[in-house]
């Protein structure tokens, strides 16, 4: 199987931020996407759809764009994890960390 896998070999480093690896297996990709310690977004082209499944729930990013360049709108959550940040925005997610939930019981008040 060989196919090719995009990643970040170094995040930090603009001159080199792409770069086209070729991998063996599915595994050996995911792998080498997850050795960061970053995690903002990540990006694949597949029409298998169990390897979507498959690779799109394996990656350690808080976006997973499968066959499109551009994944980020308004209606979408937006946000990473590891050292990427934490929470979201946009979409009703984005709301949660603004928004303090509570319980209010009231019993027979109109005794």
């Known amino acids: 199987m060989r196919k090719r896998f995009s990643h970040w070999e170094k995040p ?3 001159s080199e931020a792409w770069k086209i690896t070729k991998f063996s297996t599915e595994q050996e ?3 080498a996407a997850n ?3 970053f ?3 990540s ?3 597949t029409r298998d759809i169990g390897r979507i499944y498959r690779v799109g729930e394996a990656l350690e990013y ?3 764009g499968v066959n499109v360049g551009i994944l980020a709108t308004e209606h979408v959550p937006f946000g990473g ?3 990427s940040g934490l929470g979201r925005e946009g979409s009703h997610f984005g709301m949660d960390d603004y928004v303090e939930v509570k319980y209010l019981c009231i019993g027979d008040v109109l005794k």
Request: net charge negative; proline share 0%; glycine share 10%.
């Open 12 to 14: 930090l480093d603009i």
């Open 29 to 31: 990709a995911i792998d």
């Open 35 to 37: 050795a960061t310690e």
């Open 39 to 41: 995690g903002l977004a």
């Open 43 to 45: 990006y694949f082209y």
């Open 62 to 64: 808080g976006m997973v």
């Open 81 to 83: 994890v590891k050292q």
